[in-house]
């Protein structure tokens, strides 16, 4: 038992997970219930329903495998079967994952501004569930490929009836809203706490490193799911950018910039970062709008300790 009290024992093992869906049958139960099921109805599909639906014919076969999946994906009730929440998170990762026809989008002229030069010659192109943003007139935040300004993971799904802009709008709200959980303390994909250290480096970092925020570069927030592996690193200000106190500081500034836009994002580079204590870690952020300013101090695991003003 966790501390939550939480029976550990009672998961399903990844090579248990693999093999119970690596047949066709076993995936098509799941498939016809998640297609025949109405969200939010929760009315259990028939056993005869079921079996019309995935196409077997043979009862002895079709009991087998529904056998297999019962408990770990599939939950049996009274009047029939529905997915168990497990079984609704397969279908749906597939199901976000495939049956758009065109998953790749050439580079194309985007035209939002660029967060290094100030430039509007920007392009986006999408490919292998990745978009990136370049700009075409100057080096960029990365060095490979030339003018890379961010990269944004969407599956194929996110491309349907969007424009290249809207689809890479897509792109910094899914990053923003992910790094929010993340503060939080719950892993955006498998909800366990998440570890989350400052690190201050003397001098400019590894070659892979953003060439271009070296002024702001100097801390970096890393965070890592113990469980799942999701891991990223952001310059500090990054996150604050996210803090209910910025957020309210430039609404009441520009409240039609939205938070979750790259035009809100782009922003932060304008902050001002000074190390006020290396240990323990205090780092103070300060954010500006034409006079007015606000000032955020956070702590090693991002945890802001001080604003000033303090808000109304
Ligand atoms: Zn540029
Ligand atoms: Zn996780």
């Known amino acids: 038992m966790s501390k939550t009290g939480a029976k550990e ?8 997970a693999f093999s119970l869906l690596g047949n066709e049958t076993r995936f098509g139960i799941l498939k016809a219930l998640w297609e025949i099921s109405e969200p939010l109805a929760s009315k259990p599909v028939s056993y005869s329903n079921l079996m019309d639906e995935v196409g077997v014919r043979d009862s002895g076969n079709f009991n087998y495998h529904l056998g297999k999946l ?92 969007r424009t ?7 792109g910094i709200t899914r990053v923003a809203l992910k790094t929010q959980s993340m503060i939080e303390g719950i892993c955006p994909t498998c909800s366990m706490e998440p570890t989350i250290d400052v690190k201050l480096y003397d001098e400019h970092m590894d070659h892979d490193e953003p060439a271009e925020f070296e002024d702001t570069m ?9 469980r799942c592996k999701l891991t990223w690193r952001f310059p500090t200000w990054t996150t604050v950018m996210w803090h209910p106190a910025v957020i309210s500081f ?24 000074e190390l006020v204590s290396e240990d323990p870690i205090r780092i103070a952020i300060t ?11 956070y702590d090693e695991s991002m945890s802001v300790v ?7």
């Not at 495939?98 to 490919?127: L, W």
């Not at 060095?143 to 961010?150: F, H, I, Q, R």
């Not at 100097?218 to 113990?226: D, E, F, K, M, N």
């Not at 430039?250 to 970062?273: A, I, N």
Request: charged share 25%; hydrophobic share 35%; net charge negative.
């Open 70 to 161: 019962e408990g770990h994906f599939v939950r049996s009730l009274e009047d029939g079967y529905e997915l168990t929440a497990a079984g609704e998170q397969i279908v749906q990762t597939v199901v976000a994952g495939t049956g758009v026809e065109h998953p790749s989008m050439e580079e194309q002229h985007v035209g939002v501004v660029c967060a290094v030069c100030g430039g509007t010659e920007t392009t986006v192109q999408y490919d292998d569930e990745i978009l990136l943003l370049r700009c075409t007139e100057c080096p960029g935040s990365y060095p490979t490929p030339p003018g890379k300004l961010a990269a944004f993971q969407i599956p194929p799904a996110g491309l349907t009836d």
């Open 164 to 170: 290249p802009r809207e689809v890479f709008e897509v």
């Open 218 to 226: 100097w801390a970096i927030a890393y965070y890592g799911c113990p």
């Open 306 to 312: 001080d604003i000033d003003p303090e808000p109304l």
């Open 9 to 16: 024992g009672s998961a399903v093992r990844p090579e248990t």
């Open 250 to 273: 430039f609404y009441q500034r520009m409240p039609d910039v939205d938070p979750l836009s790259w035009e809100y994002f782009v922003r932060g580079r304008e902050f001002d970062q």
């Open 287 to 297: 954010v500006r709008y034409e006079g007015d300013a606000l000032q955020l101090t």
